[in-house]
């Protein structure tokens, strides 16, 4: 136990070599994507991209399926579980009258909420939602100027809001909401839009200014 | 300046006396020749003014003693002792006779008749001589008083002289004074008359400046337009010569593709022609062969047949016209081309011609902008010097031209101080200026601003009326909801006791969807109510009077009080979504209509599954360390024999150890990957390598580098173990230890032998790999049969 201590203080003070190599590793555990018009940083790590892979592919099928209404990625501290940040996207139906060619027209038309649902909104063509997207990227990229500095470990989770009668694999289990409890600050972010589907935006973060 | 004769006779001594002497009678006419005698024997040469008649003195007026001015001699005999003297002579002459030799005596003797020989006895004679004497010795003292007078009168006449010369000088400087005075005056009525010349010339230059500047203007304007014209001639005749010369290069272009197609069309009709001529030859060759058969024929009698031929001929004769006529006509349409060509050549030679006109038209545009310029230089070097001349009309001080441009550089420093001062003026003007407009600016901005404020501000009282009519509506909605809440509480408590959670969320679910119908109606009524508020406010402001076609303007009284609780209302339905909004981004949701999933193996999860398992490994090890040293015995009764690691902390290690056996794998997979990646790359490296250079290389495990030929596959290096010829193509082996160079494989042959000569040649001989490979390369390339 002393031992592990003291290794522990000694790893708190310096770094080692291995230490090294892991930091230099995880700095080039990113490679540079030209996506959307833009130079994006896609992570390599195999872990985080089986677990993406494994999200999107079922968020596929709940967007197609119209079950889902938020996706939301949570940040939180490794050490307290606190929830420093939470980029939430919310994927709203623009145009119910477009209907899967595998589902009937009756069940696709439900709207996501009891408010009237808006009108249709314009065609839009695929150069238009991807220069959308690559404005919502943008923002994203440039909030490292308004969001907080994250100082300790952290660790992130992905949060599917989905309808009560979606249909959930064995692998998706229901969760805490992972709200911000308090000092918490909202901004909101572009939107993009296929003309099918809409998606808005917004990350709540810790307010942190007033401990300064 | 004519001289004054008339003073001159001041300073002569006779005429300076009052009185002039006598004049002599006709008696006195001897002592008047005497006189004249005397002063003809006189040494002392005459007066010259005593020349003329007019103003010699006569001794015929002046017989007695003369008043000197000087009162210091006494010239003339007295009346009596001359009288006295005349007859005395008279008597010795008469006594005498003619005796006398002196002239006085003979002319008296020449008269008288009577000589008497008795002389030295008459009394009266002795008396006679002795007053002759007495006459001589006055006569002596006269003559002496005369010479001494003589001298006086010579050296006043000197004096005189001098003086006259003196004031003959004086008189010449007074004349050349005078001449100078005359001179000064004309030269000042010359410098005046110069000076109202030079005002006079200066008017009338500023007149001819002014006019010149007029002109000059009414010449600028005039060239301006002129310019103007010039240019837009110019643009014009350019636009023009343009589109000629376009237009004469599609002809020309034209006509060099029609001279092309009648050229090669005269050379198929030159070849026609020369055909024809050739076919010519020919039937004139058989028209004399014909001629020839026709005598023959003639004498056998075959005459058809002559005729027949005759016709041929004819026949072929005409056509030889026709042709030579078609070839007239091509040389005339070719001479017609030629000279097209030729006015090809000239219009080409006209169309430079335009562009040499073109670009002197734009030289002389550029000499007009040059004139240009010079005008707007020669009309501000105008406008300097007429404000020159009018600033200096009253200098009298310009009277060369060193003054003028002494002048002028003075004033052209004044001018460029003046202009540098009203340059700061101006700038300091325009700064002012432009301070004002920003001033103004932001004077207007100002007031807009506090247009807007007012504004603001009544709008802002309209939203504190509202606000406190939404807090009173708030409360009350406030009490409502409370009493809402204990409403379900009693629900709750009545469904707790006879019904299941599932209806009881059912329930709840029904209600929030008539609460969410309520906001759907509140919204849509509250839509309705600020149309209408916007309507009653352009009514009041007065913008539109006529109301809209689909609304009547409201009559009811009590419809501002509803549009307040509308208002209030609405503003309370804005609060409250808001704050749903607010709770939507904090990600609250509805659980009875939505869930929250998350994959079961997320990161996090990972992580706290992790950190719970080191946790509870750490608990269990601690507390079973604290078990372990409160059962431990003292160290005395120890004696530290049974020291033992707990199993947890063994378990902690384990757990460890599975973490890094898993980094391991991960590790180990990872390589694999990467082996796979890299033995790819280098197959495909290889590859290329093999396709380019022609040579498989092959690094062997003793670090000797063997390098197979793309020919080795060949069919015609096969090996062929009957054929026997031993064309197979051997490997070479580079050994990079030994630095030596081999040749595996091979059975010898034309090829071998080819390749070991390339081998002695380029690589023992000349150190070159590179080269004695492609030797090899193009040995096999050429069948083996190449030259070594």
């Not at chain 2, 002459?93 to 000589?115: C, E, H, K, M, V």
């Not at chain 2, 001179?183 to 006079?200: G, I, M, P, S």
């Amino acid at each position: 136990m002393l031992q592990q201590q003291q290794l522990l203080q000694r790893e708190e003070k310096t770094i080692t070599l291995k230490g090294s190599a892991r930091i230099v590793v995880e700095f080039f555990n990113f490679h540079m994507e030209k996506k959307y018009g833009l130079n994006l940083l896609v992570t390599s790590h195999e872990g985080v991209q089986a677990y993406l892979s494994t999200i999107l592919s079922q968020l596929d099928k709940w967007i197609v399926a119209k079950k889902i209404s938020t996706l939301v990625l949570v940040i939180s501290s490794k050490n307290t579980r606190e929830v420093l940040e939470r980029w939430s996207f919310d994927v709203q139906l623009e145009n119910s009258s477009v209907t899967n060619e595998k589902e009937p027209t009756t069940t696709a038309a439900k709207p996501t909420s009891s408010l009237p649902s808006p009108p249709p909104a314009p065609s839009r063509t695929e150069k238009q939602t991807t220069q959308e997207i690559a404005a919502v990227m943008r923002q994203i990229t440039a909030s490292v100027t308004f969001l907080p500095m994250l100082d300790e470990p952290c660790t992130f989770n992905v949060l599917a809001y989905t309808e009560k009668d979606a249909v959930v694999p064995a692998e998706w289990i229901d969760s805490d909401p992972r709200l911000i409890e308090r000092n918490a600050e909202q901004v909101k972010l572009r939107s993009f839009s296929t003309s099918v589907h809409r998606v808005d935006g917004l990350v709540a973060y810790k307010y942190v200014g007033d401990q300064l | 300046m004519p001289k004054d004769t008339t003073k001159s006779s001041l300073y002569h001594p006779y005429q300076r006396s009052s009185t002039r002497p006598p004049p002599l009678s006709s008696g006195d006419t001897n002592a008047a020749s005497r006189f004249a005698d005397s002063q003809a024997t006189s040494f002392f040469p005459k007066p010259r003014r005593f020349a003329s008649s007019a103003v010699r003195p006569s001794f015929a007026s002046s017989v007695g003693p003369t008043e000197d001015i000087n009162g210091e001699f006494n010239l003339f005999l007295t009346r009596k002792e001359l009288l006295k003297s005349v007859s005395g002579k008279e008597r010795l002459r008469q006594s005498i006779g003619s005796n006398d030799s002196s002239p006085l005596f003979r002319s008296t003797n020449s008269s008288g008749t009577n000589a008497s020989l008795d002389l030295y006895s008459d009394p009266e004679l002795i008396k006679a001589r002795k007053e002759i004497r007495d006459l001589k010795e006055s006569r002596r003292k006269i003559s002496d008083e005369k010479a001494g007078l003589e001298r006086k009168v010579h050296d006043l006449e000197k004096s005189a002289a001098e003086k006259e010369d003196r004031i003959k000088e004086r008189m010449a400087r007074i004349d050349i004074l005078e001449a100078d005075r005359e001179f000064l005056l004309k030269h000042v009525t010359e410098v005046e008359q110069r000076l109202e010349d030079a005002e006079k010339n200066m008017i009338k230059w500023k007149k001819d400046a002014e006019m010149t500047e007029n002109t000059l203007k009414r010449q600028n304007g005039q060239l301006r337009e002129q310019l103007a014209q010039e240019r837009e001639q110019a643009d014009s005749e350019l636009r023009h010569g343009d589109l000629e010369k376009e237009q004469m290069e599609a002809d020309l272009e034209r006509l060099y593709q029609q001279v092309a197609e009648n050229q090669n069309e005269f050379k198929k009709h030159s070849a026609q022609a020369k055909a024809n001529r050739e076919q010519q030859g020919v039937l004139e060759r058989q028209l004399r062969e014909a001629q020839a058969t026709i005598m023959n024929l003639q004498a056998n009698d075959a005459l058809t047949e002559l005729i027949t031929l005759k016709r041929g001929l004819i026949e072929q004769t005409t056509h030889l016209r026709t042709m030579e006529k078609k070839m007239r006509d091509l040389e005339v349409q070719n001479s017609n081309l030629l000279s097209t060509q030729q006015n090809t050549e000239l219009l080409k030679d006209e169309n430079e011609h335009l562009a040499a006109q073109v670009a002197r038209l734009a030289e002389s545009r550029d000499a007009a902008d040059k004139l240009a310029v010079e005008i707007e230089q020669l009309k501000a070097e105008k406008q300097e010097w007429a404000r020159f001349l009018s600033e200096n009309d009253d200098v009298v001080g310009v009277d060369s031209p060193h003054a003028l441009a002494q002048a002028l550089a003075n004033a052209r420093l004044e001018l460029a101080a003046l202009k540098e001062a009203s340059g700061e003026d101006r700038a300091s003007a325009k700064w002012r200026a432009a301070e004002l407009e920003r001033l103004r600016e932001q004077l207007k901005e100002r007031e807009a601003r506090i247009a807007d404020a007012e504004r603001r501000r009544e709008l802002e009282a309209r939203a504190c009326k509202r606000l406190e009519h939404s807090r009173q509506l708030a409360q009350k909605e406030i009490e409502f909801l409370r009493e809402q809440l204990r409403s379900y509480d009693i629900e709750d408590a009545s469904n707790a006791a006879d019904s299941t959670a599932v209806a009881h969320d059912a329930l709840k679910a029904d209600r929030i969807r008539v609460l969410e119908g309520a906001v759907d109606e509140y919204r849509a009524a509250l839509r309705a109510l600020e149309d209408q508020l916007a309507y009653i406010e352009k009514n009041k402001n007065g913008g539109i009077q006529a109301a809209p076609a689909h609304q009547e303007p409201p009559q009811d009284p009590q419809l501002p009080a509803l549009l307040a609780a509308a208002r209030a209302e609405c503003e309370s339905l804005h609060s409250r979504v808001h704050e749903l909004e607010r709770a939507l981004g904090r990600g609250e949701h509805n659980p009875a209509t939505h869930r929250v999933l998350q994959l079961a193996k997320n990161p996090e999860t990972m992580e706290l599954a992790v950190r719970q398992a080191t946790l509870d490994a750490l608990q269990a090890e601690n507390a079973q360390l604290r078990a372990q040293c409160a059962n431990a015995p003292t160290p005395a009764t120890s004696g530290g024999g049974d020291r033992a690691v707990p199993v947890e902390s063994l378990r902690v290690v384990e757990l460890e150890c599975s973490k890094l056996k898993q980094e391991i794998q991960d590790t180990k997979k990872r390589n694999d990957r990467l082996q796979q990646v890299y033995q790819t790359q280098v197959q495909e490296y290889r590859e290329a390598v093999y396709s380019l250079l022609g040579y498989k290389l092959v690094i062997e495990s003793d670090g000797r580098v063997r390098l197979t030929s793309c020919f080795a596959d060949d069919p015609r290096y096969r090996y062929q173990p009957g054929g026997g010829t031993g064309t197979s193509v051997p490997a070479v082996v580079f050994d990079s230890a030994g630095g030596t160079v081999t040749l595996a494989g091979g059975s010898g042959g034309q090829v071998e032998a080819a390749v070991r000569n390339a081998l002695r040649q380029y690589l023992d001989a000349r150190g070159c790999a590179a080269a004695f490979l492609a030797k090899v390369t193009l040995v096999l390339f050429e069948g083996g049969g190449g030259s070594s």
